[in-house]
């Protein structure tokens, strides 16, 4: 019974360039959740997302992030131009069910992008 | 809006000896809390949440939290404290309409033996 699977687990890039992390929720989880995490911090919400749907994107940044989570396949998480602000590691969670808020997210181990 | 505080940074605790984690939270309708903890490199692990029902909640590898309303607390804690025990401790909230779970900024634990 695999669980959060994330991709690449570590990323590295050159300012400018494009980043895609990817995440596999557990199996029967439709939704996921993204969380950025910068070095001796917690975690910030970033988007949240259904099979299709982008439900809650308070977090994300206005410009060069984007997410999406298609019928088939992994979640996204794309930034563009990145920049060495960008670097962090993203972390990927994902629920069975949103309706029920008592329900706890399930975590991967996370993709570190660091931007050269 | 919903949110989390844990005050402390730090915490350093003697091998055997109890530890406590402090969270504090504020939410406008009844909160549904959750204590996580992360090792280096790694995500975080679920250890023990808070739906209703009895206000003392026990969890994973001898942890345990109690919830006080009206200090709006749900303290961690742990009557015994391991040198593995030592990593970040994150408390988070959810209440009713919000989709996302709200992180605290983490409580550094070490262990010494």
């Known amino acids: 019974n695999a669980g959060v699977m994330q991709n690449p687990r570590h990323l590295v890039r050159r300012r400018g360039q494009e980043a895609r992390l990817r995440c596999s929720p557990m199996?029967?989880?439709?939704?996921v959740y993204w969380y950025r995490q910068l070095p001796e911090e917690g975690l910030k919400f970033m988007v949240y997302?259904?099979?299709?749907?982008?439900?809650?994107e308070s977090g994300m940044p206005k410009e060069r992030f984007s997410a999406e989570f298609p019928k088939e396949g992994p979640s996204i998480l794309r930034i563009q131009q990145v920049v060495r602000g960008d670097s962090a590691a993203y972390f990927c969670?994902?629920?069975?069910?949103?309706?029920?808020?008592?329900?706890?997210?399930?975590f991967g181990e996370g993709s570190r992008l660091t931007v050269l | 809006a919903q949110s989390v505080a844990q005050p402390e940074d730090q915490v350093n605790v003697a091998e055997g000896n109890p530890l406590t984690v402090k969270c504090t939270y504020s939410v406008s309708g009844n909160p549904y809390l959750f204590w996580y903890v992360q090792y280096p490199n790694r995500g975080l692990q679920f250890l023990l949440k808070y739906i209703t029902g009895d206000n003392l909640v026990k969890g994973s590898y001898g942890f345990e939290a109690e919830f006080n309303k009206s200090q709006t607390s749900f303290h961690l804690k742990k009557p015994s404290a391991l040198v593995r025990d030592s990593a970040l401790y994150f408390c988070a909230v959810r209440d009713i309409g919000n989709n996302d779970m709200r992180f605290g900024a983490g409580t550094r634990l070490t262990v010494k033996p």
């Open positions: 997302l259904q099979k299709e749907n982008i439900i809650d």
């Open positions: 969670a994902s629920s069975a069910t949103s309706g029920s808020r008592t329900g706890e997210l399930f």
């Open positions: 199996k029967g989880h439709s939704h």
